[in-house]
Structure formats: C-alpha cells, structure tokens
C-alpha cells in the first residue's frame, strides 16, 4: 500500500491515481484546490511536454498541464 | 426606460463571448484558449419588449482565488446590479464547470445554467439530462449551441422569465474555507455523476491522439517551426498578387487623379502636397502593408480557433520556467503576432504581477502585424530575390522565420535578466488548461478577418499615414539655409545610425512611426523619392531606390533587427501605462527593447562590416 503514494509529478504517463493530500501551503494551496485536486479527486496523466516539463493531467474532465513544481505538492494514490 | 442587467459569466473557453455575440449582435472576439476575454464588454437587445443590457465576463475558474480576471468576474458578480447571471458552461466539461456554477449559484440567487456547445457534446457522445440538472442546482437550466444559434430562443425566454421573476434577489459574499471547497467539489462530482451519461468511453480520444504528437519529444518542436513557417509561406506569396494589382492601380489613379486637377487648375502646390505628399504615402502603405497583413491575419485566427495556442505554451514552458517567468507568457507572446497593444490588455491573463510586467516589458520583441510586412519586404528585395520562384520563397521564409525565433530567444534572455534584476523573484504557481480542438469555421473566420483587418488599416493609414505624407512633404520642401528640414534632420542622425547600420532616414522613420508601425518603410521610401525620383514606379524598382541611397546588406540585416528591436508604438505605450499605472514602467518598456535594438544592431552592423571587407 506504501509504495502506491507519490507526488502527482511522478505519475507515469497513462497512469491514474487518486488525490491523497496536498502539500502546498497559501495562495498555492488555492489554485490547487480550486482546479478541483481536493481528497478524492481521481486524476491522469496525460501529456509530458517535449522537454519533459510541464505535464497535462485530466483533472475532472478538463486537461490541465502543471509544472513539476506545482504537481510536486500533490499527494497521490497510484491505482493500478 | 428599464433596462435589464444581464451577466455573462463561467470558465474559460466556455464560449461566453460567442453567446454575447449570439444575443446581442455585436462581434466580440472569440478564440478556442482560456483568457481571450480579459475586458467585459457590454451590448443590449430586445426581447418581448424589453431591453436586456449583456455583460460579456471574463472567464475565471473560481470566485475565491486572487487573479486580477477573477477579481473582476467577482466583484462583477457581486457588486454590479445584475438582475440575472447567465453561467455558461461547457457541456463537454461538465463535472469541471459545475464547481464555479455551484459557487455563483451560492452568491447570487437569480441565475441561469446555460450549457453550450451541445454540437461538441453530441459528437463525444455524452449526454445531459437538463431536468434533473436544473432540479438538483435548484436554478432554471437551458442548453444551446452559441455557434449556430440553437436555441437561443430559449434561452432569451429563460432570462426573460427569470428577469421578471418576483422573488428577491439574494447576494451573497462567499469566502470558501478549504472544508467549504472540497464539499462543493464533491458536490460538484455527485451532481455530474447523476446528470451526465458519457455514451463513448474515450470520447476524447482522438484529441488525446493529436495531442500525443503535437506535444511529442520527436515532433513537437518541428511542427510548431512547420506550422509557423506555412503560415509566413502562404502570407509570402498570397501578398504578392494583391500587391503588385493594388500597386498598379494605385499609381495608374495618381496619374489620372494628376490629370484631373492639372486640367480644373488646382495650384501646382497643392497638387504636389496632396498626391506626392498624403495619396503617395497612403498608397505605399495601402499596396506594401496591406496585404501581408490581411493574409497573415485570418490563417493566425484560425490556428488560434483550432485550439493550437495552449499546446505552443506547453511545449515552450521550460524555457520561461528558466528565465523565472510565466508559462502563459507564451500566449501573450502570440497575440503579439496579432497587436502589441492588444498582447499588453491579454498579459491579465498573469496572475503574479512580477511575471505579468515581465510579459508587458518584453513583448514588443514579438513583431506585430503591423511590423511584418516591413520584414517581409525587405527580405525579399535582399536575400530571396524578386522572383516568384519556389526556392526564393523558401529562402525568405527560413529567413523570416529566424528572425522570429531570435525574437523569442531575446525576449527569454531579457526575461532571464529581469528576473534575477529589477524584477527578483521565482515563479509563480500556474495552471495551463489545454482546451479540445474544435474545428475552426474557416470561411467565416477567413473573410471577417480580412475584412476586418483591411478596414482597420485602412482607417489607420489615413489617420497615420496621410497626416505623416503631409508633413513629410512640407519638411522635404521647406528650406532652412540651402537644405531641407528633412536633410537637417537625417544629416543629424546620420553619424550615430551609421553606427547602428541603419542611416539617418530609416532612424528618422522609425520616429516618426512611432504612432503606427506600418508607416515607416512608406517614410523611408517618400523620404528618398523627395531627394530623388523613382523613373517607373514598381516594386522591384524599390530596391534599386535603396540601394542608389546607399542600402547594402548590412543595412537591410540592421533595418531588419531595428524592425524587430525597438520602442513600442505610441498605442502599445498608452496602454502599457494605462495597464501598469505607471511611468516608471512604461518608460521601460520603451527603453529595453530600444537599447536592446541599439546594442544588437551596433554589434551586427560592426561585425559585417569588417567581415565584408575582408571579402
Ligand atoms: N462547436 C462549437 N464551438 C463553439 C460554440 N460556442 C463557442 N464555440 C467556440 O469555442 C471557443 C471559445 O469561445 P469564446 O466565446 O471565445 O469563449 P469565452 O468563454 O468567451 O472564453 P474566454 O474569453 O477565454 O473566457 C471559440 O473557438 C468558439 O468558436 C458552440 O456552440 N459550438
Ligand atoms: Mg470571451
């Protein structure tokens, strides 16, 4: 169960997971939640730009690119 | 009269304009990525007698974060006298619009649920049970496609009954505590999960496949280079038909017109001042800016409708993040392409204020619609030949589209600097949402563009350019001493412009093109026709003008960078300070990229010239 938790930046490419926790503290912690990354939110990643950073994720139904510092401060549960 | 106060407000990219566009009949400006409205406009209509007054929302994901669009769909929503808020959602995107629509619905009790781009769900396949929407959000709910009016009907009648309801309006201010969020998120997942059946399983599949190769390692960066390069082809060779008839019958009518007033007696004088001054300068603008312009334009708008924009951000994201500034830079940066003046209103889009004066102080380093033709000209009087040929063009294209990546490089660098200078700091947080392509209505797109365009630089050129042909004219033909007012003025330019590579008539065009960008080839060229003649009046012969007023290479590679390199026009300025409320930076903005002209041109200049003397 352990080895299934990992900030979202390190989420494989077509994997999915389950938001766990958020790390990020103030105005970031905001934006986060505000693009729907609450406990239980079910995210995938989708994309990796070509030089490795940003990465899209389908974030409630919408595709979202964040920046591996922001995605960072995002705890998941990797699902499969 | 009463007048009806409507709110148009949701997510971004949601299609809030187009249904502003639909209701009132005006022609706000649309575009498939988040941020293209950063201004709420405001139009009426008529419905059943009753005048109803719209107010197109920037879009905004949230009403309690702390952007400046999103304080201002806010404040809107909760200080502005709206008798009803329309909040228009993406039918495509349900479960993520439904978190903003719950908030709204909190703070302001008389709202409507408009759910739009039906066409776009349909074709996905997913499928919106509207009763038991409206049923669980407790508000009236009405689905339309903007795009072709269905439904609009409807909708006018929805906010006609909600307007005339007689239950109280209630406003509420909301502050969501993070408890407070995470329970309407989930409110938010439970509604969707009950009202909206997803028929196709990857009903985004094959964005998701586009995706998978225009955001690629192998491909990304080659189509974006290819993209841009085919968008500079066609404006190449579609501008030169229209450019050379538009020339011809320009100067055919200055003839014709010569004849008239020769033949009812108009004194020579004033003929002179208003066809060798005002009609030549318009018709050099008319016949060498236009058409670039008008082409480049629409094939720009429909790359942007595509939904291509948000992906060149993507791509381009790492080297912002290394020069400490905003990803969304990138798209400021493409509506440079467009306007300047423009690009500075859409840096709202920033949320970090350091980043967004990062984004207004550099984006003159994207050349604007008005620049290009200038570029353009001189790159195939110079380096492709006159010619048609294919692999002229293919010349000129390379060419050009190095120049833009050397802007692109030099507005990273300057970034870079800013960031570790005046501006210190590190990057903000900043999420790109990557929006479905759409099919872009390429007809219409391409003939409002044009027309649009061609209106707009029409109306510009006889503001601007006439005024300048005028007193051009009179400065070339007054005399002060034994010379000109014009040969005083270059001949004082002279020495130092020869530095930079460029001489004392193009400096003193690019002065005086401060009001419009457009205008100072056409300054260059009546400058040197005041002091000389041009036997036939065509366009190959141009560059024999120039070259006879001492143009060589260096002076075209310099006239160039200076083109790319240089204040912004006195619009961009007006707004840079309208926008940062300040001197101070305004003043920047106009000295970065001008010493930055002045250093990169001196170094060229110098450097080619010794080079040239040692062939
Ligand atoms: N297929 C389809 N496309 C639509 C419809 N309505 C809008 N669009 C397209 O969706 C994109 C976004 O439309 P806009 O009206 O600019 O969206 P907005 O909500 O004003 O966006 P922001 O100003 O960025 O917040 C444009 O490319 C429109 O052409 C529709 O009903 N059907
Ligand atoms: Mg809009």
């Known amino acids: 169960m352990e080895n299934n938790i990992l900030s979202l930046d390190k989420l494989l490419i077509g994997k999915k997971a389950i938001v766990r926790a958020l790390v990020a503290e103030g105005l970031e912690r905001r934006r986060l939640l505000d693009l729907g990354l609450v406990q239980g939110t079910p995210v995938e990643a989708l994309h990796v730009s070509p030089t490795g950073d940003p990465i899209a994720y389908s974030i409630m139904g919408a595709v979202i690119a964040l920046r591996s510092n922001d995605a960072s401060k995002v705890i998941v549960q990797n699902l499969s | ?615």
């Open chain 2, 1 to 615: 009269m009463l007048i009806t106060n409507i709110g148009l407000a949701g997510n971004p990219n949601v299609g809030k304009s187009t249904v502003f566009n639909a209701l009132t009949g005006l022609k706000q400006h649309t575009g498939n990525w988040p941020g293209k409205t950063v201004v709420h406009a405001t139009g009426k209509y008529t419905y059943k007698d009753q005048t109803f007054s719209v107010t197109d929302l920037p879009g905004t994901y949230s009403l309690t974060t702390n952007s400046q669009e999103e304080e201002i769909a806010r404040e809107f929503i909760l200080e502005h006298d709206f008798d009803v808020i329309v909040i228009v959602v993406d039918a495509t995107c349900m479960e993520r619009n439904l978190n903003l629509v719950l908030q709204i619905i909190e703070a302001f009790s008389n709202s409507v649920v408009c759910i739009n781009l039906l066409d776009e769900a349909k074709k996905k396949k997913i499928e919106i049970d509207q009763e038991a929407l409206s049923e669980l959000l407790g508000v009236p709910v009405v689905g339309i496609v903007a795009r072709s009016k269905i439904n609009l009907d409807k909708l006018k009648e929805q906010i006609y009954l909600s307007a005339n309801s007689n239950e109280p309006i209630v406003r509420k201010k909301i502050n969501l505590s993070e408890e407070e969020t995470t329970k309407t998120i989930n409110r938010a997942k439970n509604i969707y999960r009950k009202c909206v059946k997803v028929k196709k399983q990857n009903y985004d599949a094959l964005d998701r496949r586009l995706d998978n190769i225009v955001t690629s390692k192998k491909f990304g960066f080659t189509i974006m280079m290819l993209l841009l390069s085919l968008i500079f082809w066609i404006t190449l060779i579609g501008a030169n038909y229209p450019s050379d008839l538009i020339f011809n019958f320009l100067f055919w009518l200055q003839d014709v017109l010569f004849g008239a007033m020769t033949k009812i007696g108009v004194p020579a004088i004033i003929i002179d001042i208003s066809l060798y001054g005002v009609y030549q300068t318009l018709a050099w603008v008319v016949s060498v800016m236009l058409p670039p312009m008008a082409i480049f334009f629409p094939l720009f708008t429909l790359l942007e409708d595509f939904g291509y924009l948000p992906r060149v951000a993507f791509n381009m994201d790492k080297f912002f993040q290394k020069a400490c500034a905003h990803g969304k830079q990138a798209l400021t940066m493409c509506m440079g392409f467009g306007c300047n003046a423009c690009a500075i209103i859409g840096c709202r889009i920033i949320e970090s204020p350091r980043e967004k004066l990062i984004a207004i102080l550099t984006n003159n380093f994207v050349p604007c619609n008005g620049r290009f033709p200038t570029l353009i000209a001189i790159i195939s009087m110079f380096f492709a030949g006159m010619t048609l040929s294919p692999l002229n063009n293919i010349i000129s294209v390379i060419i050009l589209t190095s120049v833009i990546i050397f802007g692109i490089i030099i507005t990273l660098l300057v970034s870079r600097i800013l960031s570790n200078t005046i501006l210190k700091g590190l990057p903000s947080s900043f999420a790109l949402e990557l929006p479905p392509y759409r099919r872009p209505q390429i007809g219409q797109v391409i003939i409002r563009s044009i027309l649009d365009r061609t209106i707009f630089v029409l109306g510009r050129a006889i503001i601007v350019a006439a005024p300048a042909g005028f007193v051009i004219w009179i400065f070339a033909n007054i005399e002060i001493g034994n010379s000109s007012i014009i040969s005083i003025c270059t001949d004082f330019l002279d020495p130092f412009a020869k530095l930079i590579g460029l001489d004392g008539v193009i400096l003193l065009a690019f002065i005086l093109g401060f009001p419009a960008n457009e205008i100072v080839l056409p300054i260059v060229i009546m400058i040197y026709l005041a002091t000389g003649t041009m036997i036939e009046l065509d366009i190959p012969q141009l560059k024999t003008l120039l070259v006879d007023n001492g143009w060589t290479i260096t002076t075209a590679v310099c006239t160039m960078l200076f083109c790319l390199l240089h204040f912004p026009c006195g619009t961009t300025c007006l707004t840079i300070k309208k926008e940062t409320q300040s001197w101070k930076w305004t003043g920047l903005a106009f000295l970065i990229p001008t010493m930055t002209g002045f250093i990169v041109c001196f170094i060229v200049a110098q450097t080619l010239n010794l080079i040239l003397s040692y062939l």
